[in-house]
């Protein structure tokens, strides 16, 4: 398995695959870029299908972070984690323990959080064996709620700078993915009076989204082809690519999940249709956005700064109708001077 000619791999720095025969861990932590501070980024724990896919997310990923975190002009690098395993059966105190003690062995180089599959009690659980976690209980604690108020702001960026108006108002939404970032996200855009159309592997939640926001249920796969202004991707990445772009009615892509575009083409090819795409890794900034907070914590602050992620988007969109590039081309290329000016 080739890890430097990995199509995914982007002068990272350091990748540390870890293993713990007593708890069962199994984990990839990869170090992208360490230019404007020490890496931070979540730990993702998923029943991955093989381990070339979980080597194909962590790189990814943490690309992901470094340009998220420059763009919402923290002093942090990227990185990310990710741990193999189902998070519903193969969690432990051992197991995070076990991941808490490697993530200690870097000595700093690299921060980690909550993300997908993990609670911020998971991560108490591992600050026990190291300091280099964030996101903590009784500081900065969930992001999700901060993930969510981004996305939400950068859905109304989206609007405004394609239709011109600042009103959510009947704007119809359709919301992959009903996790703890989903939800919240349904709540901002239900208050707006956007009408949700949603989809989630939870009933229950589904239920909740019916009950609370009067939100349509569909099925998994009939998210895509809505007749909707709007597909919000908060599940997993890569749901836009071949086989979902041409079943797509909405005119503008922008939600929370990580890694949106399947490949860098698929963002010409929502261009080509005339389909605005919010770069996922500035509109989904929110929640590293709290976290920076955390040292000396102020949820004011914090809520300021998000609510940077609205101009900052705007100004892609002008950027990317003068330049006649991808929103995704000028948000990479806006993260890479921001770079390489700290590194000059």
């Known amino acids: ?7 995914s791999f982007d002068h990272h720095e350091q990748i540390m695959f870890v293993h713990d025969e007593a708890s069962g861990l199994k984990a990839i932590i990869a170090v992208h870029d360490t230019t404007l501070g020490p890496a931070v980024g979540g730990c993702r724990m998923w029943p991955y299908e093989s381990e070339e896919d979980a080597i194909n997310d962590v790189l990814r990923l943490s690309r992901g972070m470094t340009y998220k975190n420059a763009l919402a002009g ?11 395993g189902d998070p519903k059966s193969d969690k432990s105190e051992a197991l995070f323990r076990a991941f808490g003690r490697f993530v200690d062995s870097l000595g700093g180089r690299y921060y980690s959080a909550e993300d997908v599959g993990i609670t911020t009690a998971d991560i108490m659980i591992a600050h026990q064996e190291t300091p280099y976690m964030a996101g903590l209980e009784g500081k900065s604690g969930d992001p999700s709620p901060y993930t969510a108020l981004g996305t939400f702001l950068g859905i109304k960026a989206a609007v405004k ?3 011109g108006i600042d009103s959510l108002e009947g704007i119809k939404v359709a919301v992959q993915g009903l996790g703890h970032v989903g939800f919240h996200l349904c709540r901002h855009l239900h208050e707006a009076g956007a009408k949700l159309v949603v989809c989630d592997l939870s009933e229950s939640q589904l239920e909740r989204a019916r009950t609370e926001f009067g939100a349509e249920v569909v099925e998994l796969d009939a998210i895509y082809r809505q007749d909707v202004d709007v597909y919000a991707p908060c599940a997993l990445g890569a749901t836009i690519n071949d086989n979902t772009i041409p079943q797509l009615k909405a005119t503008i892509v922008a939600g929370c ?4 575009l399947a490949e860098p083409r698929h ?3 929502l261009k080509e249709k005339g389909i605005l795409y919010a770069p996922d890794y500035v509109i989904n900034a929110g929640g590293i956005i709290n976290v920076s907070f955390e040292r000396d914590y102020n949820p004011d602050k914090a809520e300021a700064k998000v609510r940077k992620i609205y101009d900052t988007l705007l100004d892609i969109f002008v950027e990317a109708d003068n330049s006649g590039k991808t929103t995704a081309v000028v948000a990479d290329e806006m993260a890479r001077a921001i770079i390489e000016g700290a590194k000059k």
């Open 267 to 269: 963002g010409e090819i």
């Open 74 to 84: 923290l002093d942090f690098g990227g990185g990310k984690s990710v741990i193999i």
């Open 161 to 163: 700078h394609q239709r």
């Open 1 to 7: 398995m080739a890890l430097f000619s990995h199509p």
């Open 257 to 260: 999940a990580n890694n949106q």
